[in-house]
């Protein structure tokens, strides 16, 4: 009777453990080395306007690859949380994932409530872009990143070509300005986001305090979610957690990942992060598409909407917004999962976004073929 030996078993546990671990479980951040783009950024005060440089920082893997995707992160999160992304795409793509302003070791100009529109943050992409001399790229956003893609899409769509959007829908800035505290009543888990609006100083005391349990808070799953009345506060964006002495790790993370998190979450702290929910940025945002007069974003998308938010029925919030009118050329689907539905269900959104990849050369190549016989008429 044949019995294997020790090796035997050791080779076929590796193969199990290959099949059953996630995607990102061999993931260090700490290997990857970061480049550093100088770029011109604006220094805004009640009463001037301040041209400086900042210093963002961004990976870049592959950049032999004949097409680039760049890969926008939200908050609160750092370029490592497309750590599944990585490893799906590393092979086929030029990859470039950059931390935005504020965040991790990319510096800030200074005060988060004048310093961080969307307009600022686009520059900022084009920037890196430069840096790294890409001169075209699909730009694949989460939650606030996926409406820098956008952004930066309908602003420069000879650059950005297309743009995959996770969680968050492309929000036009067509209508009136609508402040956010008018949104709480039809969208309740929005009351945090009125908080770090007008309680700036709390808030970033609030979350600096404990970095580790302020992330552990936030990044949670379906199966790992947080208590149901967190985000329902415009008083404390942690109060939910109050009975939870030690909040479980983050679910999708590896202790290496999540002191990584903590570690890069340190060196600024989340003052300047919060840039997204200040309403002098938003009201720039929207001043700066009113004034440009170009509401469409022209180039293919592809958004993937999460079914278990707690934020939000992104679904919903798309329809409600129009967001297909204003993105022509949209793609959408939905996956399982809560707000980190990249991290959280990495196997089905690389999946989804591949295939959408995929279709997108064949609408190219068809495209170029057309215009070639076209030619060819046109000669004889």
């Known amino acids: 009777m044949y019995r294997p030996n020790l090796a035997s078993y050791t080779i076929a546990a590796s193969v199990l453990l290959s099949w059953l671990l996630p995607v990102n479980a061999q993931f260090n951040p700490r290997e990857y080395p970061k480049k550093i783009a100088k770029c011109q950024a604006s220094k805004r005060t009640p009463d001037n306007t301040e041209a400086i440089e900042i210093g963002l920082r961004y990976v870049e893997i592959n950049p032999g690859a ?9 908050w609160p999160s750092l370029w490592s949380t497309w750590s599944n ?3 799906e795409f590393k ?3 030029h990859l470039i994932i950059p ?21 600022d943050m686009a520059d900022d992409l084009g920037c890196i872009l430069e ?3 890409v001169n075209s790229t699909i730009c694949l956003g989460h939650d606030w990143g996926s409406q820098v893609c956008f952004e930066a899409a309908r602003m420069r769509p000879d650059v950005f070509t297309a743009v995959i959007g996770a969680v968050v829908p492309y929000i036009p800035s067509a209508g009136p300005f609508v402040p956010v505290k008018h949104m709480v009543s039809a969208l309740p888990a929005l009351a945090y986001q009125v908080y770090f609006d007008s309680e700036l100083d709390t808030a970033t005391a ?22 149901k009345t967190f985000l329902l506060s415009n008083e404390s964006f942690l109060d939910a957690w109050g009975h939870v002495e030690e909040i479980p790790s983050v679910p999708f993370f590896s202790i290496e990942e999540e002191d990584y998190f903590v570690e890069q979450y340190g060196i600024q702290g989340f003052r300047n992060t919060l840039q997204f929910y200040i309403t002098e940025n938003r009201y720039a945002s929207w001043e700066l598409v009113q004034n440009q007069g170009n509401f469409i974003v022209p180039v293919p998308a592809l958004a993937i909407y999460p079914l278990n938010d707690p934020v939000a029925d992104w679904t919903v919030v798309a329809h409600l917004l129009g967001t297909a009118k204003f993105v022509p050329n949209l793609t959408s689907e939905t996956l399982e999962g809560a707000h980190w539905v990249h991290m959280e269900n990495p196997v089905k959104f690389n999946a989804v976004v591949r295939a959408w990849l995929r279709k997108l050369d064949e609408s190219k190549c068809a495209d170029a073929n057309l215009k070639q016989e076209s030619r060819t008429v046109d000669e004889l």
């Open 206 to 227: 609030e979350l600096d305090k404990d970095i580790r349990r302020t992330v552990r808070a936030t990044l949670r799953t379906v199966d790992s979610p947080p208590p």
């Open 85 to 87: 992304q990585i490893q």
């Open 131 to 133: 840096h790294a001399g």
């Open 66 to 74: 004949a097409k680039t995707i760049l890969m926008v992160h939200g």
């Open 99 to 119: 931390d935005l302003r504020g965040f991790g070791e990319s510096e800030h100009p200074g005060d988060p409530r004048p310093s961080g529109n969307m307009g």
């Open 91 to 93: 092979d086929d793509y």
